[in-house]
T-cell receptor
Framework: QQQVKQSPQSLIVQKGGISIINCAYE??????FPWYQQFPGKGPALLIA?????SEKKEGRFTISFNKSAKQFSLHIMDSQPGDSATYFC?????????????FGSGTRLQVQP | DSGVTQTPKHLITATGQRVTLRCSPR?????VYWYQQSLDQGLQFLIH???????AKGNILERFSAQQFPDLHSELNLSSLELGDSALYFC???????????????FGPGTRLTVL
């Protein structure tokens, strides 16, 4: 079911640094690319999302970059903080469900060191 | 707080048993989705209901079933439980069915199921 490939599996960044997480997909019918953030013991929470008609979307310290020709999208966390330590998932619509559900990447565990 | 509630928070049961997980969507949301999160399979879509009707199925086992009631809350029923069913089960809700494009989904806090 996994139709998006996420990397890296884990990431350690110093406080104030830039965290970059990448996702690749094959299905050109995907039209919505969200990133979810999950803290231990909690459900995933929508962080930021992009549709393929734009190449970049920024919300505060979080930016999605979208490369349609390469079929890749990435999450950049600027000025990373210890509070950003969490697991991040990229996702895309499951087209065989009429885009009604999401398929998730395998997740990236981010640790921001103080 | 996403506005989606799930009960119970934790559930410990034995193999062969049956359990029911409950989800209340955000106020006004018509769609409910169930996902399973396990260490080996990651976060996987199980089933989607819109306004009481089943709309899409994912990798849901035949031993599992769900329904959405007129008040829009949903229940996921897991029967003949096996050790491998131990996982986190999340419910998510969204305003619409998502037909044509994907709606933002808001996840609940999950139910941790342990099968001994």
């Amino acid at each position: 079911q996994q139709q998006v490939k996420q990397s890296p599996q884990s990431l350690i960044v110093q406080k104030g640094g830039i965290s970059i997480i990448n996702c690749a997909y094959e299905n050109t019918a995907f039209d919505y690319f969200p990133w979810y953030q999950q803290f231990p013991g909690k459900g995933p929470a929508l962080l930021i999302a992009i549709r393929p008609d734009v190449s970049e979307k920024k919300e505060g310290r979080f930016t999605i970059s979208f490369n349609k020709s390469a079929k890749q999208f990435s999450l950049h966390i600027m000025d990373s903080q210890p509070g950003d330590s969490a697991t991040y998932f990229c996702a895309a619509p499951l087209t065989d469900t009429g885009r009604r559900a999401l398929t998730f990447g395998s997740g990236t565990r981010l640790q921001v060191q103080p | 707080d996403s506005g989606v509630t799930q009960t119970p928070k934790h559930l410990i049961t034995a193999t062969g048993q049956r359990v029911t997980l409950r989800c209340s969507p955000r106020s006004g949301d018509l769609s409910v989705y169930w996902y399973q999160q396990s260490l080996d399979q990651g976060l996987q879509f199980l089933i989607h209901y819109y306004n009481g009707e089943e709309r899409a199925k994912g990798n849901i086992l035949e031993r599992f079933s769900a329904q959405q009631f007129p008040d829009l809350h949903s229940e996921l029923n897991l029967s003949s439980l096996e050790l491998g069913d131990s996982a986190l089960y999340f419910c998510a809700s969204s305003p619409r069915t998502g037909g044509g494009h994907t709606d933002t989904q808001y996840f609940g806090p999950g139910t941790r199921l342990t099968v001994l």
